[in-house]
């Protein structure tokens, strides 16, 4: 497993470099809420980082109780300073090996999380385990085939590092398959991330992302000074938000479990 997260530097830098506008993470969570079959729902998020997704679900999905999960002590440590919220219970633990009780949730939230997890199989297991009868999975990435990034335009290098990390499509599909999940809908769709590309800049000047930890100092800095030019090139002309490409595949629990428990 990736364990970029543990890095208190990145872990600290994250929170900053993530930061989306209030209306995109609204609309996150009408499109997450639209896959929720009940009421009151109770819902886990998987790799929760610091707990944007968790607090935001927590407050705008009438009646929930979210438990946030990650891998990384680190970013909880972030999720308490920054995300508290009444109905989220932050909890240590993997991806693989969820530390939760079986047929417990409506919805499972797989956000930026799936291409750091090794055994997808097994991941896809421990969903169809935790999730109950009705429930589903949705997973929140950019797929191999539909890599499509600004930082790409400033560092070239990552695109051939994120070919080398983001599974495809059809990989998750046949993993999540495997386990006997039954894939639902997939969707694409660029989103505004930041209003322009000065914004956008000023948040990467922390190197907020793990993908940044495979580029030296030197070629991180070539990269935003580039971006900086841009940025001031852009400011006089007519600023733009700038968007970022996000597919959704959402999977649904099958009625009976092909597996027991690992
Ligand atoms: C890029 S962050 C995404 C955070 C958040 N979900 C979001 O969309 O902003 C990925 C997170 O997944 C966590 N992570 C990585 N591998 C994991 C695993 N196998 N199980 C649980 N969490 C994992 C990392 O510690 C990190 O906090």
Redesign the pocket.
Known sequence: ??R???DERL?GA?EHG?EMPEESLRAWVALIASHVRRPSPSIV??????G??SAAMARWIKGSEVVA????EA?LAEVRRHHPHPAVRYLP????ALPTGSDAFDLA?????IH???DRTR?ARELVRVLRVGGRALV?TTFRERLDAVVYDHWPRLRAVDERRFPSEEEVVADFASAGLTLETVTSFAQPVAANLHEYHARLTGRP??KFTHLTDEEFHRGLDQLDAAARDEALHTPRPVLERYDVAVFSRPLFRPFSRP
Request: glycine letters at 8%; proline letters at 3%.
């Open positions: 497993m990736s970029a997260h543990d872990a994250y993530n998020e998987i790799g929760a980082g610091t944007v997704f999960v990650d891998a990384s970013m633990g993997e991806a693989e939230l797989l956000s930026r999380v750091h997890i090794p991941a929140r992302q793990s």
